[in-house]
Protein backbone atom coordinates (compact mmCIF):
# COMPACT_ATOMS: atom_id res chain seq x y z
CA UNK A 1 0.00 0.00 0.00
CA UNK A 2 1.13 3.47 -0.74
CA UNK A 3 2.02 6.04 1.92
CA UNK A 4 -0.01 8.49 2.10
CA UNK A 5 1.37 12.05 0.86
CA UNK A 6 1.81 15.28 2.72
CA UNK A 7 -1.08 17.20 -0.14
CA UNK A 8 -3.11 13.96 0.96
CA UNK A 9 -2.81 14.11 4.68
CA UNK A 10 -3.89 17.58 5.07
CA UNK A 11 -7.10 16.72 3.28
CA UNK A 12 -7.63 13.53 5.37
CA UNK A 13 -7.09 15.59 8.73
CA UNK A 14 -9.19 18.33 7.79
CA UNK A 15 -12.28 16.21 6.75
CA UNK A 16 -12.10 14.28 9.94
CA UNK A 17 -12.16 17.56 11.71
CA UNK A 18 -15.10 18.48 10.17
CA UNK A 19 -13.63 21.70 8.05
CA UNK A 20 -14.04 22.81 5.13
CA UNK A 21 -11.20 24.85 2.65
CA UNK A 22 -12.33 28.21 3.53
CA UNK A 23 -12.18 26.97 7.51
CA UNK A 24 -8.67 25.82 6.75
CA UNK A 25 -7.72 28.87 4.95
CA UNK A 26 -9.16 31.18 7.64
CA UNK A 27 -7.83 29.10 10.56
CA UNK A 28 -4.20 29.11 8.68
CA UNK A 29 -4.13 32.86 7.55
CA UNK A 30 -3.58 31.07 3.73
CA UNK A 31 -6.11 31.40 1.22
CA UNK A 32 -8.80 28.61 0.16
CA UNK A 33 -7.20 28.51 -3.66
CA UNK A 34 -3.68 27.59 -1.77
CA UNK A 35 -5.44 25.08 0.43
CA UNK A 36 -7.22 23.67 -2.77
CA UNK A 37 -3.98 23.49 -4.45
CA UNK A 38 -2.57 21.65 -1.81
CA UNK A 39 -5.45 19.05 -1.65
CA UNK A 40 -5.43 18.28 -5.64
CA UNK A 41 -1.88 17.91 -6.64
CA UNK A 42 0.23 15.35 -5.02
CA UNK A 43 3.45 16.89 -5.99
CA UNK A 44 2.63 19.80 -3.45
CA UNK A 45 5.69 21.94 -2.18
CA UNK A 46 4.44 24.06 0.33
CA UNK A 47 6.67 26.40 2.05
CA UNK A 48 7.69 25.85 5.61
CA UNK A 49 5.91 28.19 6.72
CA UNK A 50 2.59 27.55 5.38
CA UNK A 51 3.11 23.65 5.96
CA UNK A 52 3.31 25.04 9.75
CA UNK A 53 0.16 27.39 10.15
CA UNK A 54 -1.95 24.81 8.03
CA UNK A 55 -0.48 21.97 10.64
CA UNK A 56 -1.21 24.69 13.62
CA UNK A 57 -4.38 24.96 12.34
CA UNK A 58 -5.20 21.16 12.20
CA UNK A 59 -4.10 20.69 15.78
CA UNK A 60 -1.33 18.14 14.84
CA UNK A 61 2.79 18.57 13.98
CA UNK A 62 4.16 19.61 10.82
CA UNK A 63 5.84 15.99 11.24
CA UNK A 64 2.83 14.57 11.24
CA UNK A 65 1.58 15.78 8.16
CA UNK A 66 5.42 15.04 6.85
CA UNK A 67 5.75 11.21 7.50
Do not use: D, H, Y
Not at 34 to 62: D, F, H, Q, Y
Amino acid sequence: MRSMVFCERVKATRLLLGMNQSELARASGLTRAAISRWETNPSCNPRAMSALAVAKALGVSVENLLE
